[in-house]
């Protein structure tokens, strides 16, 4: 197969999700061989996207290089790894890619509408021959990766919930349409962790119109009001399935199929497309990009 890039820029812009900051974006084509390469504009220095370049995970994927630091790229990188793209270049002028709806849709739907560009190399797959895993024995979390001859996915999703119970999502990468299935999915959070990452100084530039929460302890009216008035949504109530009714779910297990969105894009770091099929039970930023920096040091080491 061939490596790709886009046949055309695409210009998005929005605040991020975590500093609130506003961002403009522009996705331009790259040459062969590039890679994902984010760009800041505003300071004049490249930061590859890479395994070796994460420098924080929390609550969202962070890569970093000298003073440029780029911000919740994974929406982003799920993207081009969902649509087949090898090399792409990302301006933007601020730390932290706009948010949108939450999801990878909107970058999707943009770039499907003109098709990709065909290169004159052929692509760089990461082929497993043996089974991989990461294990955090505290959370009971994992990534296995074992050998297959197509990229494949398996998430579950254990958050000890009652409204989301334990989902689990597959995805085979050559005969599923990640596009339709899930491109949409949008981010979501626990209306109880809400405070929390607000005192963190995290989610300033969430809003109801971008995450779906989940409402899983009881709440008072009051609590239900303060948040009505701060998303400036008097309308604003949790329905009998356990969500806040500003948003309706796309998939009735949008959260896992959320929480794969972004185990595609944190893997991406790790150099190139997966030819393997992974199996990731309660898979979060940090340990997706511990088995992506082990598959680097792995492929570099052959």
Same mark, same amino acid.
């Given at each position: 197969m061939? &490596?790709?890039?886009?046949?055309? %820029?695409y210009?998005?812009?929005?605040?991020?999700?975590h500093? *609130?900051?506003?961002?403009?974006?522009?996705?331009?084509?790259?040459?062969?061989?590039t890679?994902?390469?984010f /760009?800041?504009?505003?300071?004049? +220095?490249? /930061? &590859?996207?890479a395994?070796?370049?994460?420098?924080?995970?929390?609550r969202?994927?962070? !890569?970093?290089?000298?003073?440029?630091?780029?911000s %919740?790229?994974?929406?982003?990188?799920?993207? !081009?790894?969902?649509l087949?793209?090898?090399?792409?270049?990302?301006?933007i002028? =601020?730390?932290?890619?706009?948010?949108?709806?939450?999801?990878?849709?909107?970058?999707?739907?943009?770039?499907?509408?003109d098709?990709?560009?065909?290169?004159?190399?052929? $692509? $760089?797959?990461?082929?497993?021959?043996k089974?991989?895993?990461?294990? =955090?024995?505290?959370?009971?979390?994992?990534?296995r990766?074992?050998?297959?001859? $197509?990229?494949?996915?398996?998430? %579950? !999703?254990d @958050?000890?919930?009652?409204?989301?119970?334990? &989902?689990?999502?597959?995805?085979? +990468?050559?005969?599923?349409?990640y596009?339709?299935?899930?491109?949409?999915?949008?981010? @979501?959070?626990?209306?109880?962790?809400?405070?929390?990452?607000?005192?963190?100084?995290? /989610?300033k530039? *969430?809003?109801?119109?971008?995450?779906i929460?989940?409402?899983?302890?009881?709440?008072?009216?009051? &609590?239900?009001?303060?948040?009505? $008035?701060r998303? =400036?949504?008097?309308?604003?109530?949790?329905?009998?399935?356990?969500?806040?009714? =500003?948003?309706?779910?796309?998939?009735?297990?949008?959260? #896992?199929?959320?929480?794969?969105?972004?185990?595609?894009?944190? +893997?991406?770091?790790?150099?190139? @497309?997966?030819?393997?099929? /992974?199996?990731a039970?309660?898979? #979060?930023?940090s340990?997706?990009?511990?088995?992506?920096?082990?598959?680097?040091?792995?492929?570099k080491?052959?």
């Open positions: 061939k &490596q790709r890039t886009i046949k055309t %820029t210009s998005f812009e929005g605040k991020g999700l500093s *609130g900051c506003l961002s403009h974006m522009t996705l331009t084509p790259a040459p062969d061989d890679g994902v390469v /760009v800041r504009t505003d300071l004049g +220095l490249e /930061v &590859q996207a395994a070796g370049n994460v420098s924080s995970t929390s969202s994927t962070t !890569i970093s290089k000298g003073k440029a630091s780029v %919740t790229i994974e929406h982003l990188m799920s993207a !081009i790894t969902g087949g793209i090898d090399n792409i270049r990302i301006e002028d =601020n730390k932290e890619v706009p948010i949108l709806d939450g999801s990878a849709r909107q970058y999707v739907e943009a770039i499907m509408k098709g990709l560009q065909e290169q004159d190399s052929e $692509r $760089r797959w990461i082929e497993i021959d089974e991989i895993e990461l294990k =955090n024995e505290s959370t009971g979390s994992y990534i990766i074992v050998p297959s001859d $197509r990229p494949e996915y398996e998430v %579950t !999703i @958050f000890n919930s009652k409204v989301l119970g334990i &989902q689990t999502v597959t995805l085979d +990468l050559e005969n599923d349409d596009a339709v299935e899930v491109a949409p999915c949008r981010t @979501f959070c626990f209306f109880h962790e809400i405070q929390l990452l607000a005192t963190l100084g995290l /989610v530039g *969430g809003d109801v119109e971008n995450a929460v989940v409402v899983e302890k009881p709440v008072s009216e009051r &609590q239900i009001a303060r948040m009505a $008035r998303f =400036n949504q008097p309308e604003l109530k949790v329905t009998p399935e356990g969500y806040f009714s =500003n948003l309706t779910l796309r998939f009735p297990d949008e959260c #896992g199929r959320h929480k794969l969105l972004d185990l595609i894009g944190d +893997l991406r770091l790790s150099g190139g @497309f997966l030819k393997a099929k /992974v199996i039970y309660k898979p #979060g930023h340990i997706n990009t511990g088995m992506a920096k082990k598959i680097e040091k792995i492929t080491e052959k």
